[in-house]
T-cell receptor, first 112, second 113 residues
């Protein structure tokens, strides 16, 4: 069965510091991978999605970037965090031509 | 107009009652529809997907789709306190291919013991 991991689970970072969040999927190959952000009381905002290694689409222009160095690894980064970057960051995966997306446990980021 | 709209709630129902959650969408040619359950502080969990007009039942959950009215709903029978959560409606618009879905902001359900 497939499993998706995210770490860290929680993170408190000062404004202007860098960020690196990691997501890995087990039990599948060539998944589509997604990064979402959910701000407090808000809906899910798609940030990036990837259909393969080094193939990444950005949905929202901002100070975040994503990379996919391996088939089942997806990384979200920032060089300098803003207060508005606080939120619940969710990684999701989808297989092949199915439409269902499955979410990891998430990382709760607080920028102070 | 939002692509996917849901009443934010909270929707309060007594234990054992039927909870009815509704969602409308703007893209008339949307093909796929999903319901996720999200407990407070947790990530969303897929509970139902529906692709064709009509009803789809899975245990106590029934998803209903009416493409002509651009309306999808989720019924929860015999509601339990453990069903208390936020329910997110998600739609796969044709313009997104099969890569993307658009989420509503969710309806908070409270089941009162």
């Amino acid at each position: 069965s497939q499993t998706i991991h995210q770490w860290p689970a929680t993170l408190v970072q000062p404004v202007g510091s860098p960020l690196s969040l990691e997501c890995t999927v087990e039990g599948t190959s060539n998944p589509n991978l997604y990064w979402y952000r959910q701000a407090a009381g808000r809906g899910l905002q798609l940030l990036f999605y990837s259909i393969g290694i080094d193939q990444i689409s950005s949905e929202v222009p901002q100070n975040l970037s994503a990379s996919r160095p391996q088939d089942r690894q997806f990384i979200l980064s920032s060089k300098k965090l803003l207060l508005s970057d606080s939120g619940f960051y969710l990684c999701a995966w989808r297989q092949g031509r199915t439409y269902e997306q499955y979410f990891g446990p998430g990382t709760r980021l607080t920028v102070t | 107009q939002k692509e996917v709209e849901q009443n934010s709630g909270p929707l309060s129902v007594p234990e054992g009652a039927i909870a009815s959650l509704n969602c409308t969408y703007s893209d008339r040619v949307s093909q796929s529809f999903f319901w996720y359950r999200q407990y407070s502080g947790k990530s969303p969990e897929l509970i139902m997907s529906i692709y064709s007009n009509g009803d789809k039942e899975d245990g106590r959950f029934t998803a209903q789709l009416n493409k002509a009215s651009q309306y999808v709903s989720l019924l929860i029978r015999d509601s339990q306190p453990s069903d208390s959560a936020t329910y997110l409606c998600a739609v796969n618009p044709l313009s997104g291919g099969y890569q993307k879905v658009t989420f509503g902001t969710g309806t908070k359900l409270q089941v009162i013991p």
